[in-house]
T-cell receptor, first 113, second 117 residues
């Protein structure tokens, strides 16, 4: 089955700095790679996703890059703000798998004001 | 907006009790999932269901069962709760319409924090 590894497990940055979280996956058939943000006391919520036919996607301060050959993808947050503090999960899935995803173990991001 | 609700935010039970965790979604989604979340272990899939009365084991089904009698409702059952089942439980759903367009986003409920004493 699919295996997703996520690094680092914790990340602390100063407000205004950039943050990068990296994930690797094992199943070359995976074709959908979402990133979820989980704020305290809430369930994870999708913030950005990328499909295997695209190398990069950007939405304001967040961007995701995908390297299919190396089987890794990364989340980039620029100009971090205290409200970016949360747990971030990457995931990988393939469309034929009844909607299942395999999740990374999560990264706790702390943005210091 | 998709809404996934879970019956309780916090629950405290005693060892050996039978525990029911309920999840309801309002977007007519075919697929529903139960995860447990523990520090450092991410989201681990317990069971999922892709249709009414259908269920499949996830990665850690031992000690759990599920029920899906109606499309919108997916219940997680702990037949005899144990202290090692103390955890955060998350329910999620997604639908075939999105999947067929290549979008495998899962919509999560707020979670139930279960403590077994």
């Amino acid at each position: 089955g699919e295996n997703v590894e996520q690094h680092p497990s914790t990340l602390s940055v100063q407000e205004g700095d950039s943050a990068v979280i990296k994930c690797t996956y094992s199943d070359s058939a995976s074709n959908y790679f979402p990133w979820y943000k989980q704020e305290l006391g809430k369930g994870p919520q999708l913030i950005i996703d990328i499909r295997s036919n695209v190398g990069e996607k950007k939405d304001q301060r967040i961007a995701v890059t995908l390297n299919k050959t190396a089987k890794h993808f990364s989340l980039h947050i620029t100009e971090t703000q205290p409200e970016d503090s949360a747990v971030y999960f990457c995931a990988a899935s393939r469309g034929t798998n009844a909607g299942k995803s395999t999740f990374g173990d999560g990264t706790t991001l702390t943005v210091k004001p | 907006d998709v809404k996934v609700t879970q019956s309780s935010r916090y629950l405290v039970k005693r060892t050996g009790e039978k525990v029911f965790l309920e999840c309801v979604q309002d977007m007519d989604h075919e697929n529903m999932f139960w995860y447990r979340q523990d520090p450092g272990l991410g989201l681990r899939l317990i069971y999922f269901s892709y249709d009414v009365k259908m269920k499949e084991k996830g990665d850690i089904p031992e000690g759990y069962s599920v029920s899906r009698e109606k499309k919108e409702r997916f219940s997680l059952i702990l037949e005899s709760a144990s202290t090692n089942q103390t955890s955060m439980y998350l329910c999620a759903s997604n639908g075939m319409r999105l999947l067929l367009s290549g979008n495998n986003e899962q919509f999560f409920g707020p979670g139930t924090r279960l403590t077994v004493l």
